[in-house]
C-alpha cells in the first residue's frame, strides 16, 4: 500500500505512522459487520481504507494538539515538522479513499465521506468548546459523536454495506459502531487523567494542557468549583500531575466509567434489536467488552 511510487516525504512518516500500533478496532468492525463468507479482498479493502482515515485524523490532530508522542513514537508533526504533517495526513486520507473505491460501493464510500465530514464538524465543535469550563455533558457527548463515533459508525456500516445488507441493518450496526466509538472516548478521558505515559504512550493530562475539556473534568468542576482555578493554571503552563490527582479524587472518574457502561449496554441493545445480515454478533459484543476492559 505504501511502497514504490510513492514521494518518501510522505511514505516514510505515513508508514511511521501506521506501524505504531494501537488496537485496530476500527477495521476489525468491518470484519465483524459482515458475513464471514463474504470475499476478503472488499472487507480488507473497506478495513485498510478505515484505518487509513483514522490514522490520517491522528497526524492532523497531534499537529493541532502540539502533541509530541503518539503511541510512545514522536508525533509526525514533531520528528517532521508541521508542513509535513498536513502533506501526510492528506496522502492517507488520499489512499483511504483509493481503498475503498476498489470495492466498487458507492454506499461504503458515502458512509466514510459522511465520517470525514463528521470528523471535520467535530474538530470544529472541539475548537468552540476550546477551554470552555462551563461546557455542559449533552454538549461533550455531541463533540464524542462528531469525532470518535462516527468513525466508528462508518465501519460497522462499510462493513454491512460491502455485503448488500439492508438499510435498517446497516442503520443498525451502524448504531452500535457509535456508541461504542463514544464509549471509547469516554474510557480514553480517564486513561488521560489516571494513566501513566507507559500505559498510554503520551504524556499524562494531555487534554488539560491543550484546553480539551472532558466529561470527567466537567463532573469535577461541577462538584468542586475551586478546581476551575487548577485546570486554568495547566493550560497556562503548569505541571499537570497534581490537578489530575485532584480530578482522579472526585467523583468524576466514577460517574465518567458508569456513563460509558451505560452506553455499552445501549450499544449491546440496538445490536440485537434485530437482523444483522450475517455479521458475527458475538464477535461484535466481544469488541464491546474490549472498549470496557481498556479501564477495567
Not at 520528528?79 to 498536513?86: H, I, K, N, T, W
Not at 464510500?109 to 470525514?116: D, E, G
Not at 503552563?237 to 455499552?264: H, N, P, Q
Amino acid at each position: 500500500l505504501l511502497g514504490d511510487g510513492w514521494s518518501e516525504a510522505v511514505a516514510d512518516p505515513g508508514r511511521r505512522s501506521l506501524a505504531a500500533g494501537g488496537k485496530r478496532l476500527r477495521p476489525l468492525l468491518v470484519f465483524c459487520a459482515a458475513p464471514a463468507d463474504h470475499p476478503a479482498e472488499d472487507l480488507i479493502a473497506g478495513a485498510a481504507a478505515v484505518e487509513l482515515l483514522h490514522v490520517a485524523t491522528l497526524v492532523h490532530d497531534d499537529l493541532i494538539d502540539g502533541a509530541r508522542l503518539r503511541r510512545g513514537e514522536p508525533t509526525v508533526a514533531h520528528r517532521f515538522g508541521p508542513e509535513r504533517a498536513v502533506e501526510t495526513g492528506d496522502f492517507l486520507f488520499s489512499l483511504a479513499v483509493r481503498e475503498l473505491r476498489r470495492t466498487g460501493s458507492a454506499d461504503a464510500v458515502r458512509a466514510l465521506a459522511q465520517a470525514s465530514l463528521d470528523r471535520s464538524r467535530g474538530e470544529g465543535v472541539a475548537g468552540e468548546q476550546s477551554d470552555d469550563l462551563s461546557l455542559r455533558e449533552d454538549a461533550y457527548t455531541t463533540r464524542c459523536r462528531l469525532k470518535s463515533g462516527a468513525l466508528f459508525a462508518a465501519a460497522c456500516e462499510i462493513g454491512a454495506c460491502l455485503s448488500a445488507a439492508s438499510d435498517g441493518e446497516a442503520a443498525r450496526l451502524g448504531a452500535f459502531g457509535s456508541a461504542i466509538g463514544v464509549a471509547f472516548q469516554l474510557f480514553d478521558d480517564i486513561l488521560d487523567l489516571t494513566g501513566s505515559p507507559e500505559q498510554t504512550g503520551k504524556a499524562r493530562g494531555g487534554d488539560l494542557r491543550d484546553g480539551t475539556i472532558t466529561l470527567p473534568v466537567i463532573f469535577a468542576l461541577a462538584e468542586d468549583p475551586g478546581l476551575a482555578e487548577d485546570v486554568r493554571a495547566v493550560r497556562g503552563g503548569a505541571d499537570a500531575d497534581a490537578t489530575c490527582e485532584r480530578i482522579a479524587r472526585s467523583t468524576g472518574i466514577a460517574r465518567t466509567r458508569e456513563r460509558a457502561l451505560g452506553i455499552v449496554a445501549d450499544a449491546r441493545a440496538a445490536l440485537d434489536a434485530g437482523p444483522v445480515h450475517g455479521a458475527d454478533r458475538a464477535a461484535l459484543h466481544q469488541i464491546a467488552e474490549a472498549v470496557i476492559d481498556r479501564h477495567a
